[in-house]
């Protein structure tokens, strides 16, 4: 007995390759943006020194902000969110940025200060 298969479709094929064009793509995407994660965050800090931001401890003492301080993290394909915590009394201020990460480059939308309470 032999079993002959039967023969895909010419959808059946389309619907394939659409299938592993879209997840070679989400792959690209992730793997630029995690390899952006760095230059993301310089990007932030840089921005950030060139403003002269601080913090403010309870006592009053002035904090500067650290490269350390600075977080990055990939949130979607071709996406990075940098993020920054500066001390202000009890509560903190936090800076926000995400980024476009493209073969060619980065681009930065606007930085969001948040001020919970």
Known sequence: MTSARKPRSR?????IAAIVL???IQGVGYGLAWSAKTRCADALYAEVTA????????????????????QAQV????????????????????????FVVWP????ARKTEVLYPV
């Not at 959808?11 to 619907?15: G, H, P, Q, R, W």
């Not at 071709?78 to 800076?95: G, K, N, Q």
């Not at 060619?104 to 681009?107: A, C, I, N, Q």
């Open 75 to 98: 949130t979607g394909p071709f996406e990075v969110t940098v993020w920054l915590a500066m001390p202000r009394d009890l509560h903190a201020t936090i800076y926000t940025k995400r």
């Open 104 to 107: 060619w480059g980065l681009r």
């Open 22 to 24: 879209v997840l070679a």
């Open 51 to 70: 403003h002269n931001v601080s913090g403010l401890t309870p006592r009053g003492d002035r904090v500067l902000p650290t490269r350390d301080a600075v």
């Open 11 to 15: 959808l059946t094929n389309i619907v």
